[in-house]
């Protein structure tokens, strides 16, 4: 502790001296410290290195280390006592300048020019000052084009290419504020503010500038993010006043033949944190191989969806995708570059499988096993209500379909499919039901009684169907680019165990509390996945529910732009406290997966993580004492609040994160009320 007060004082002292241009001292001598006089702040260290049996890629060997922050010390540069490295077991609990995360202007050198200037000389010129990727459609950031506003306005929704590729955009814009967007989404909105994006990112390529960050943001206590491609439900990619870290652009992929680590022998592969899904998939598909990955295109394979657990059109074959990790490097909340294995760092690695992003550290890269090619049979059917099909004969088909998820999964297949009654009849697409290693006549047998069934209710479901001799085709050709950007939708989730199904007095009640949300006007996209393969799976920090799930249900709540706030608010608590309520009730020892979630669910703890959540949020205290990783519903984040709401309900990432009752918001509405 006396060694903490000091370095306080220290920190203080140096940082509230006066100057006007960071410097450096050679010789005796004062000179301006630029890109001519300080090279990046690195050594180069041996790619062979690693804990692991794959080398370091060339941006993990680009490392800071003590020797370098030495030699930065000795030449007096402005500032660099805010790159140091910390040291857990002299950490102290209470933050070095308070109970809140430090907002833009608060601290003499956050946002300050010269601390900026010397961090983007030391990350070798990859800082971004923040601009929102609506900006060029207002005149508040100097960027105003009409014609880019016309692009981006036009594939605001279709298109996440061009969202994952810019630094701070993200899906989840409502729990960011809404604060810049085009006004085919906002058509009230008057100009364009950073809201909840981050106020400086950096563009990583390399392990010293993920140090450099995590190293400053601790000093400083400011707000970390990180942001891959920012798919997340839950906005994790943002926070007002951040520091970003944006891993989009580690896309080093290397393939192994014949690679060990610990019990594993055979093919894998090495990928970079900015690898998304896409570019995975062509890779494996180019050594006729495939890999366990998300359905949705863009989604970052190696960030929060493999950190998050991450369901797959193959789960139910193999498995989550966070169990086929046999390695992973990694950034710690002290600086320091890692690895994390069965057996090097095994405590942080089996929380990395499933524990959520965010949390922990920053992951550089990981090492994935990969699969023989195989082919894939797909079925795809849609039944609506109306003249010729009465509400009763709807449901009477779709129950026929519920009844055997058990026996799907079994056999290895996975559907996605969607239920609604948005247009004034009910509609049910199947899109798709997706039938790996097997042939068409194999699902056909699969699913015979099914359509039996069907054909008894006086329906014919005309399913389409489509054989393709690997996995990269039958991906690429069923699953479309997913939808981006919406601030007019909530969504919920809820992991269905196997045991409704052997339960005869439970499938009803499972059945019908899914309906109701139909019923009330809500959207239901649902997933007969499996998570737990014949084959076994490893021990790790996926949720225990999904190992006994059949369903995976998401649902959907959604409004229009010109109701008014308070009916919003009314609507949007339906999925929580009515939609929920009733999927929880039905599924009492199970849980809902920490990706594709409700903002505010519940004991997320428990929900997300059972009873695994204990060891995680020990290691959480234990690894990052600074609390340097937050994200909404993260290990962790119990422990703070947002200071402002939307809705009343939903925290706000355009406001202040404090401990938890220590906010000047929160503090002003207990005064308030005594």
Known sequence: MYFHVLFIASLVLTLSRPCFAQTIVVNGQVINADEH????????????????????????THQLTDGVLANLT?????????????????????????????????????????????????LGGSLIQTKPFASPCYSDYGNQDAAK?????????????????????????????TSCVPHTVNPYALNCTIGAYPKMSVNVT???????????????????????????????????????????NMKDIRYYEDYEEGLYRGPAFKMGAGVQVFEAYEAAHKHNLTIVGAEGKTVGLTGGYILGGGHSPLSSLYGMAADQVLSMEIVTADGRFVTASETSNPELFWALRGGGGSTYGVVTSMVIKAFPEIPVTTMSFSLSSGEQISPNQFWQAVRAYFEDFPKYTDAGTYAHFNLNATSGNYVWDMAPWFAPNMSKSELQA???????????????LKPVYQEYTNFYEAWDKSFPLELWGSNLARYGS???????????????????????????????????????????????AVNPAWRKTVLH?????????????????IWSNVLTSDWGTRWRAVSPNSGAYLSESDYIEPDFQRSFWGDKYGRLYELKKKLDPWNVFYAQNAVGSEDWEMSDYIFGTLPSQNSRLCLRGTSPSQQDKIQAVH
């Open 446 to 460: 699969l699913t015979d009684p099914f359509f039996k069934a069907v054909e008894s209710i006086g329906l014919d």
């Open 37 to 60: 006089t300080i090279a990046p702040a690195y050594v180069a260290i041996n790619a062979s290195s690693s804990n692991a049996t794959a080398d370091l890629f060339p941006g993990e």
């Open 74 to 122: 000795n030449l007096g540069l402005t500032n660099i006592i805010l790159f140091a490295f910390a040291d857990p077991a002299t950490a102290a609990n209470q933050s070095i300048i308070g109970p809140c995360k430090t907002f833009p202007g608060e601290f003499v050198v956050f946002p300050g020019d010269i601390t900026n200037r010397v961090f983007d000389l030391l």
């Open 494 to 540: 809820r992991l269905f165990p196997r045991e409704n199904w052997e339960n005869s007095t439970m499938l009803s009640p499972t059945f019908d509390a899914i309906r109701y949300v139909v019923d009330s006007g809500g959207v239901v996209s649902g997933y007969n996945v499996a998570a737990a393969p014949k084959s076994g799976y490893p021990d790790n």
């Open 206 to 248: 390399t392990v010293s500038q993920i140090q450099l960050a995590i190293n400053m943001a601790r000093s400083l206590n400011l707000r970390l993010v990180i942001k891959n491609t920012g798919h997340d439900y839950s906005a994790k990619s943002t926070g007002a006043g951040a520091l970003s870290l944006w891993t989009h």
């Open 149 to 177: 506003c016309a692009e981006i306005t036009s594939h605001w929704m279709d298109d996440s290419f061009i969202h994952t590729n810019d630094p701070t955009s993200i899906n989840a814009i409502l729990f960011e504020g």
């Open 553 to 569: 249900a998401i649902d959907i709540i959604a409004w229009t732009q010109d109701m008014y706030t308070e009916l919003i608010t």
